[in-house]
């Protein structure tokens, strides 16, 4: 049986920063995406009218 190794200071801090990376570039993609948004809920509404009859 392999022993494992623990983890070092070093690996919480690169989880830590890639953690806010991937928050900030979520934050980002959203507020691109958001005035979009409204055009997908008209179109999906109508696109809905048309299914459901």
Known sequence: MK???KM???D????????AVMFAVMMIAG???MPFLQFA???GSAIGS????
């Open 3 to 5: 022993k494992k190794d």
């Open 8 to 10: 070092v200071m070093k």
């Open 12 to 19: 919480y801090i690169t989880i830590g920063i890639l953690t």
């Open 31 to 33: 507020m691109v995406v």
């Open 41 to 43: 809920y008209i179109a």
């Open 50 to 53: 048309f299914l459901w009859r």
